[in-house]
């Protein structure tokens, strides 16, 4: 879980900014207890106008995460996702995040530019107690970074070195274990890296995935397959069930040699070429009896809410971080109260950050009664640089709605219109 993030120069963001999920009580739903007397908010909501920066946060969260695992292989290579805000683009861009792995705390801070990671200091708390995991600082281009190491970590002095020599200017220090072998003493930087690989996820998932591979593989995963099919007929989309399909498909040849002669990649020429095609098929209820549907005829609101059970899977059953950005889209409001609500009341020790144009959520009480979950961002008119707040930070009384405090405009975070009527004329 991550206890709190701050990012500095990126994209929309000039000035840094922070969204902090640290909760003041405990709560049975909203909020787990990482250590003791340490509570984490499991949800955080961002809304805003158009373009006022929401994704941009999701983005950033996402890229310091990114930058900690990504390897490289060649120092001339720029680092990707490197934008920074367009009147400070020669300015360095920095990011904070402190985050659990297995219960231990790690800091992490970082400043960067296209080119090369300006800085690293990573800490963490094996015993409860703040010690160095490593730090490292730039010296030129084509000199190697200065690197040191934490006692507590228990390198080796060779190890050290051999790290030091392996690490690029573009690369962080954690992912160069990724590339390299290294002896048993590395198992820290292992651990911690794998950790990440595993439970700290892209922006909405794998979007790599289409639907029917989605559904097939959970198919051949009994406990994943009966939590599709329990939460598609929660869903009240009249499904009762889904079974993969494979049929044969006919292919003219006159496509075929059209494909082969193609400047394209063999795999994609595998995949237009295929002799199969794989499909979804649903079994839907009915008094006068059950019938099938197939994938393609299903709605767009439930094909969206299919890719997003994946997510929630996961979420569930184990630790994970996810980021989804406009969840709601395409899904009626009950709907989309309701994933959160499984996924705050089955969910231990992961955690769901969203944007959202949902402003309904507002009126929940699970909400507006917990109002650190969520966060308002609008963009300062002055600097046009995206500004966050907490939807706890305006000192509204328990007694306002949080719903009716953002739609009359109290909490910002609205795209202001201006009038209806449209002058054409010089």
């Given amino acids: 879980m991550i206890r709190n993030f701050w990012v500095k120069n990126y994209l929309s963001i000039r000035d840094k900014q922070e969204l902090n999920f ?10 787990e207890e990482v250590e003791d007397g340490v509570y984490l908010y499991k949800l955080a909501i961002l809304y805003g106008s158009n373009a006022s920066g929401k994704s941009n946060m999701l983005i950033a969260l996402n890229e310091v995460f990114r930058l900690l695992i990504q390897p490289k292989s060649d120092s001339k290579v720029p680092i990707k996702n490197v934008i920074p805000f367009a009147l400070t683009k020669n300015e360095p861009t920095e990011m904070f995040v402190s985050f659990y792995v297995n219960d231990i705390r790690y800091d992490y801070e970082v400043k960067f530019n296209k080119n090369n990671i300006l800085s690293e200091e990573f800490y963490y708390y094996p ?26 970590l228990g390198l080796e002095i060779e190890t050290q070195k051999d790290i030091r020599k392996d690490t690029l200017n573009n690369q962080s220090v954690l992912s160069v274990c990724r590339n390299k072998a290294y002896g048993k003493d590395i198992a820290p930087f292992n651990k911690l890296y794998d950790w990440i690989m595993q439970n ?3 922006i909405d998932g794998d979007e790599k995935k289409g639907v029917v591979e989605i559904l097939r593989e959970a198919y051949n995963n009994p406990q994943k397959r009966k939590f599709y099919n329990i939460m598609l007929r929660k869903a009240d989309l ?5 079974k993969p399909l494979v049929e044969d498909r006919y292919i003219p040849k006159s496509f075929r040699e059209r494909i082969e002669k193609e400047n394209i ?6 995949e237009l070429l ?11 209820y009915s008094k006068n009896g059950d019938f099938e549907v197939s994938i393609n005829l299903q709605s767009k609101g439930t094909i969206k809410y299919i890719r997003i059970l994946e997510p929630l899977f996961d979420m ?20 989309l109260f309701y994933y959160l609500s499984v996924f705050l009341f089955n969910s231990e020790k992961s955690q769901l950050i969203i944007t959202s144009q949902e402003t309904t959520l507002l009126s929940q009480d699970l909400i507006n009664d917990n109002r650190g979950v969520v966060w308002f961002v609008e963009k300062n008119k002055e600097t046009a640089s995206s500004e966050y707040f907490r939807g706890d930070s305006f000192g509204l009384d328990k007694g306002l709605s949080l719903f ?5 405009g109290r909490l910002g975070a609205k795209p202001d219109l201006g009038s209806i009527f449209i002058n054409l004329e010089d």
């Fill in 238 to 242: 009249n499904i009762l069930e889904y």
């Fill in 265 to 270: 990649p063999q795999d994609v020429k595998d």
């Fill in 127 to 152: 015993n409860k107690s703040k010690a160095l995991f490593y730090e490292r600082k730039f010296v030129d281009e084509n000199i190697q970074a200065e690197i040191r190491f934490g006692e507590t």
């Fill in 404 to 408: 009716d405090a953002y739609y009359i």
């Fill in 22 to 31: 640290i909760a003041e009580e405990k709560n049975p739903v909203l909020v």
């Fill in 274 to 284: 295929k002799p199969i095609q794989e499909s979804i098929s649903f079994t839907n």
């Fill in 316 to 335: 569930i059953t184990s630790s994970h971080v996810y980021y989804l950005d406009e969840l709601g889209e395409d899904l009626h409001k009950d709907l």
């Fill in 200 to 202: 700290y996820h892209d």
